[in-house]
């Protein structure tokens, strides 16, 4: 059984900057492909960023690339997401996700992956 949880969400002003991370729990002798997603309110979830199981690619949507850092702590089983100059259009709940198999051309879709938290709310004020 996996688990995996996020935390670290919060308000923040426009331009300001939040951390996420996201533990992953229970079979941890495996290493994942995680990605994050985020879900505004009556849209649908879309991909934000990912990385690969040794942390060596990472991979962003257009929307938060130069904005958002992706990284991983294969030690404490861990994940990031960095999130700088954030803007209102990045409130949305934050998931994060854990996929058993390396990269795929897949990758942004949500079905993809395996293993999901529950989500982590992130609210930019303009």
């Known amino acids: 059984q996996v688990q995996v949880g996020e935390s670290g969400g919060g308000l923040v002003q426009a331009g300001g900057s939040l951390s996420l991370s996201c533990a992953v729990s229970g079979r941890t002798d495996s290493r994942y492909f995680m990605g994050w997603f985020r879900q505004a309110p009556g849209k649908v979830r879309e991909f934000v960023a990912a990385?690969?199981?040794?942390?060596?690619?990472?991979y962003y949507a257009d929307s938060v690339k130069i904005r958002f850092t992706i990284s991983r702590d294969n030690a404490k089983n861990t994940a990031y997401l960095q999130m700088n100059n954030l803007k209102p259009e990045d409130t949305a709940l934050y998931y994060c996700?854990?996929?058993?198999?390396?990269?795929?051309?897949?990758?942004?879709?949500?079905?993809?992956?395996?293993?999901w938290g529950q989500g982590t709310q992130v609210t930019v004020s303009s």
């Open positions: 996700a854990a996929k058993r198999t390396d990269w795929s051309s897949s990758y942004t879709k949500a079905p993809q992956y395996d293993y």
């Open positions: 990385i690969s199981v040794t942390g060596d690619n990472t």
